[in-house]
């Protein structure tokens, strides 16, 4: 079983469901109760004492003020990371209950297992994980509940997927119906800030001169100079805004194909077509994962749906009067 080596807070549950705590039964307060789900309690204190960690992570990574920040629907951040830590504990009780009931656990030995084996060997030794656990903020109680249930879960998807037998027509059929989002190009760049910079490179190109020769001398784009100018494979709408009209561009050209000038906020840049991938033979592989996924997704929301499961509303204090 192979585990993420970056952590994630999240993990598969709130990448994979996008459920609503506006589905479920909402409820007056219950003291020291958050939800129920078929009958089981998910306590208050279980879920400020993550709630606590999650939210200084998230104001470490992305500011102090993270928290009051809108994100829309009238909703500041705290108030969906709120909702997404509440899903997170819905969703894990109910794979948790599933996988009790398939006699399938997860032991305090593999999460110790876990952690010497991508974490303390990875990291190189003992000091090194502690030191990542301080810098990422996390308890050790918290990192081993957390790496418990990314294992639990991982488990439950890799039970599911086990008895799924896509057949050579589903993948097929899959692939005619998304084409268009399942194409990958492959793309090289050089970036420079002014155009005249830019047009002294594409001369240079014309004249013979090396692609990627030129990416180490004269692109200004250090993250990708040092791998040759490689932007690796992309599908369309799937960049960075900054590099969107690069994608369009790219997907217009042919293999070996360069670019002229494109103007962005970023400055200048110069375009190759490394590689492209849009035939069902190229793309069979990569399918399969996706497909796997859509029915796994369908999978934990038909769990969802069929269970009980009410939520314990805490109103803030601004509201207590209305």
Do not use: W
């Not at 819905?90 to 996988?99: Q, V």
């Not at 009931?101 to 030995?109: Q, R």
């Not at 050209?253 to 033979?281: A, C, F, N, P």
């Amino acid at each position: 079983m192979k585990l993420n080596k970056k952590f994630i807070l999240f993990i598969v549950l709130l990448n994979i469901v996008a459920l609503t705590l506006s589905a479920c039964g909402k409820r007056e307060k219950e003291e020291g109760i958050v939800a129920k789900v078929n009958g089981d309690i998910i306590t208050q204190e279980e879920f400020d004492k993550d709630f606590e960690i999650t939210k200084k992570i998230h104001q470490k990574n992305y500011g102090e003020d993270i928290l009051s920040q809108e994100v829309g629907n009238n909703k500041t951040y705290e108030e969906v990371l709120k909702e997404n830590m509440l899903e997170k504990l819905i969703i894990g009780n109910l794979i948790a209950k599933e996988l009790e009931k398939m006699n399938i656990t997860v032991t305090d030995g593999e999460v110790k297992d876990a952690i010497k084996t991508y974490y303390i060997d990875e990291l190189g030794g003992e000091e090194k994980y502690k030191e990542y656990l301080k810098n990422n903020g996390f308890t050790e109680e918290f990192f081993k509940k957390e790496l418990k249930r990314e294992i639990m879960c991982q488990k439950h998807k890799e039970e599911f997927l086990n008895k799924i037998n896509l057949s050579e027509n589903e993948i097929k059929e899959y692939f005619e119906k998304n084409k268009d989002y399942l194409i990958q190009v492959r793309a090289s760049q050089i970036l420079v800030k002014t155009e005249e910079e830019g047009n002294k490179i594409l001369e240079k190109l014309k004249k013979g001169e090396d692609f990627h020769s030129l990416v180490a001398t004269e692109s200004a784009d250090e993250d990708s100079a040092v791998k040759g100018g490689d932007l690796g494979y992309f599908t369309r709408g799937t960049s960075l805004k900054e590099y969107r009209e690069l994608e369009d561009i790219a997907f217009d050209l042919q293999i070996g194909e360069v670019s002229d000038l494109v103007k962005t906020e970023l400055g200048y840049h110069i375009i190759l077509v490394e590689d492209r991938k849009d035939s069902y033979e190229d793309l069979k592989e990569d399918i399969i994962p996706v497909i796997e996924n859509e029915r796994y997704i369908k999978k934990l929301s038909d769990l969802r749906d069929n269970a009980d499961i009410e939520i314990y509303l805490e109103k803030d204090k601004d509201d207590k009067g209305n």
